[in-house]
């Protein structure tokens, strides 16, 4: 399911860019048909897409420890050669959906290894509310930018190849826990991702 939402949402990018082209078809019946095949290719995508979303949301809960989850995203990124650390609470047991976490989690971290050298995590809890932080050392974006990384479809530097699932995806997954997905500059001078949770239960 993952994987078709991925693959889905990848393909919006060239679908634009062919409908761009489309226009400058000469031919009107040709043109017509070619616009008519992309909105028909479109309206698929969208539909595989909330597909997706009612999959994830449908996914059962489970007893799972944040922290550890956190650390093994790291350990995962640094087996691949990259720079990514976690620190913070030293154990966070809670219950919700771990796959759509780890989804969002791996995304974020994903985004921070994409833009900077290196990935910085950090868990912190209050009563109540739970902050997982990840940091970049990147060239990080404007503040009149940062609205638009939390769009579907819309990338924060078009120049940067992968998914471009975009932090919109991340932003769904943490409104099923009641959360929220901020954005902020980081203090080592890139982006910083603020994904604000329930403490518990989650999800």
């Known amino acids: 399911t993952r994987m078709l939402g991925a ?25 017509n048909k070619m616009l008519a095949d992309l909105h028909e290719m479109e309206s698929m ?22 922290t550890a989850m956190l650390q093994r995203q790291c350990a995962d990124a640094a087996d691949a050669g990259s720079r990514a650390g976690c620190r913070g609470e030293p154990r966070f047991p809670c219950a919700g959906r771990p796959v759509a976490l780890k989804r969002a989690f791996a995304n ?14 950090t868990l912190s809890a209050s009563a109540d509310r739970v902050t997982v932080t990840v940091d970049d050392d990147g060239p990080g974006i404007p503040e009149s930018r940062m609205p638009r990384g939390l769009g579907r479809g819309q990338r924060l530097d078009e ?11 991340v932003a769904d ?31």
């Open 7 to 31: 693959i889905s949402h990848d393909l919006r990018t060239p679908i634009t860019r062919l409908k761009l082209r489309a226009e400058f078809v000469e031919d009107e019946e040709q043109r």
């Open 45 to 66: 995508i969208a539909a595989t897409l909330a597909f997706a979303r009612d999959a994830t949301a449908q996914e059962p809960r489970k007893s799972f420890d944040l």
């Open 108 to 121: 974020l971290i994903g985004n921070a290894l994409k833009y900077g050298e290196a990935a910085k995590v």
């Open 159 to 169: 120049s940067v190849p992968g998914s471009g699932l975009g932090l919109g995806i």
């Open 173 to 203: 997954i943490a409104a099923l826990y009641h959360g929220a997905l901020d954005l902020g500059r980081s203090q080592r001078g890139g982006l910083a991702t603020h994904l604000d949770l329930p403490a518990a239960p989650i999800g």
